[in-house]
C-alpha cells in the first residue's frame, strides 16, 4: 500500500467495464426474422454526439443494428429483466437511410417507436412496419445495471407472446384464458374447445364459471389480422376433487438468498405457502414475486402457480426456527376473484398498447371497455366495489378479504 494513501472501495466490486456496443458507432448488427439477444446498461455511458428518445432516457445507452430484408411487421419483446429498473428505462428503434460513415452526418431526426420498459408487473412489447432494405438501429437506454433479454421477430402472421395457460381447479372455480398478441391491428380472436369454435368468445380472454367435468378438456385461439393467421398453443382446463395436500421438501439446503424448496403436488395448480416459528401461529409466506418479474413495484404473495409435478421455489429465511407448510389455495370468493383477475389482464393489455401517457396511468373503466367480452360485467357478487388504482398496482375490492393473490 502507498504510504498515507487510504483505498476504498464500495459495494462488492469495482465499477463494471462499458459494454462492447456502448457506443453508437459501434452497435452490434443483429440478423434474422427472430432474434433473441441481451443487453445490459452495467457499465455504459452516454455521449454527447447520442440523442435519446421523448419518453425514455438516462445516463447511459447500448445499441444494436438490424437491417429489414422485407416488410413484415416487427415485434420487438422484453422477455425479462435481472432487477427492478428506473423510471424512464427503455428502448427506442430509430430509422437510418442506409448503412452509414459518418454517424453524425446520418443522425436520425425522429425515432420510429419507444418502450418504456417500467410497467405494470408485465413484460412490454413494441410493433412497428419497416421498409425493405432500411437499417434500423435499437437503443436501450436508462441508469440502472439490469441486464434484459428481447426478441425480435420481423413476420406477417400475428406474434403470439404469451400464450393461453394450462390450470387444474376444484369444481365451481372459475377459470381465466387469456392470450397475448403482437402485429398489425386490430386482431380478431376465436376461441376454440376441444376443436371447436366457442360461440361469442371473439376477445383476448375467456372467462369460465362455476366448472364442471363438461368444461375439462383443450383450449385454443385463433388470432387474426389482416396480414394472417395464427392458432395458440393448447391449453388444458382440468377439474379436480382432490383434496390431497401437497408436500414440501428442502432442495439443496439453504442458499445466499434464502431455503431453496420442491413442492410435489398437481400440476396447473395454486397453492398456499404459510410459516411459523412456533407450530402454532401460521400466516402467508409473502416472500415470492408475482411474475413476470415487476419492473417496479414488486407484488408479493404467497400463492404458488406448480407450472408441473414438482415445481422449485426459494423461502426467504429471517426467522430461526422457522417452519413452512403448504396447502391447496381457495380463495374466499371464486366469483370476485375471478372478475379481479380479468380488471388485472386488462389493465395490462391497456398499459402494453400505449394508451397512457405519462401523466396520467391510472385507468378508467372506459379505458378497459374494449378489452372485454361484454361490459360491465364486473360488480362483486357480494355487493363490494372495485377500485381499478394505478396502472402498477392491482384491482381492489372494497370487501375485506377479497383480495387478488395469485400470480400471473
Known amino acids: 500500500m502507498v504510504p498515507g494513501w487510504l483505498f476504498v472501495v464500495f459495494g462488492s466490486s469495482l465499477l463494471a467495464a462499458p459494454p462492447p456496443n456502448d457506443n453508437y458507432a459501434n452497435a452490434i448488427a443483429l440478423t434474422g426474422s427472430s432474434v433473441r439477444f441481451t443487453g445490459t446498461l452495467a457499465g455504459a455511458t452516454i455521449e454527447d454526439y447520442e440523442f435519446q428518445g421523448t419518453w425514455v432516457y438516462g445516463s447511459g445507452t447500448v445499441w444494436w443494428t438490424w437491417t429489414a430484408t422485407d416488410a413484415s411487421p416487427v415485434t420487438l419483446y422484453v422477455e425479462a429483466a435481472s432487477t427492478p429498473t428506473y423510471s424512464h428505462e427503455g428502448v427506442v428503434i430509430w430509422q437510418l437511410p442506409g448503412p452509414f460513415v459518418d454517424f453524425l452526418q446520418a443522425r436520425p431526426t425522429s425515432s420510429i417507436a419507444e418502450l418504456p420498459i417500467p410497467t405494470a408487473a408485465i413484460d412490454p412489447y413494441l410493433t412497428f412496419v419497416p421498409h425493405a432494405g432500411s437499417n434500423y438501429q435499437i437503443q436501450l437506454v436508462g441508469s440502472s445495471h439490469a441486464t434484459f433479454q428481447f426478441i425480435l421477430i420481423a413476420t ?52 369460465l364459471t362455476n366448472v364442471t367435468a363438461s368444461n375439462a378438456g383443450s383450449y385454443s385461439v385463433v388470432v ?44 396447473a395448480r395454486h397453492y398456499r405457502i404459510e410459516s411459523s416459528s412456533d407450530l402454532l401461529t401460521w400466516t402467508p ?39 413452512i407448510r403448504a396447502s391447496n389455495y381457495f380463495p374466499q370468493n371464486e366469483l370476485c376473484n375471478l372478475y379481479l383477475k380479468q380488471l ?47 396502472a402498477m398496482q392491482l384491482p381492489s375490492c372494497s370487501i375485506p378479504g377479497h383480495v387478488l393473490e395469485e400470480p400471473r
Request: with cysteine.
Open 285 to 323: 409466506e409473502r416472500t415470492f414475486i408475482d411474475r413476470p418479474q415487476p419492473i417496479t413495484s414488486p407484488l408479493f404473495t404467497s400463492v404458488l402457480f406448480t407450472t408441473n409435478s414438482t415445481s422449485h421455489f426459494q423461502a426467504k429465511i429471517n426467522a430461526s426456527p422457522k417452519f
Open 156 to 207: 406477417n402472421s400475428p406474434v403470439i407472446l404469451e400464450q393461453p395457460k394450462s390450470q387444474t381447479v376444484s369444481p365451481d372455480a372459475g377459470v381465466l384464458l387469456t392470450v397475448l398478441a403482437s402485429g398489425i391491428r386490430p386482431f380478431g380472436y376465436q376461441w376454440r374447445f376441444n376443436g371447436a369454435d366457442v360461440a361469442g368468445e371473439t376477445n383476448l380472454m375467456l372467462a
Open 344 to 390: 388485472r389482464f386488462a389493465k395490462d393489455a391497456w398499459f402494453r398498447d400505449g394508451k397512457w401517457d405519462e401523466s396520467d396511468r391510472r385507468p378508467t373503466a372506459s379505458d378497459l371497455r374494449p378489452y372485454f367480452r361484454q361490459w360491465p360485467p364486473f360488480g362483486c357478487p357480494l355487493g363490494g366495489v372495485y377500485s381499478l388504482n394505478w
Open 224 to 267: 387474426s389480422n389482416v396480414t394472417g393467421v395464427t392458432t395458440s398453443l393448447l391449453a388444458y382446463v382440468s377439474i379436480s376433487e382432490s383434496d390431497l395436500p401437497p408436500a414440501l421438501a428442502v432442495f439443496g439446503g439453504p442458499g445466499s438468498n434464502g431455503l431453496d424448496l420442491t413442492i410435489s403436488a398437481e400440476a
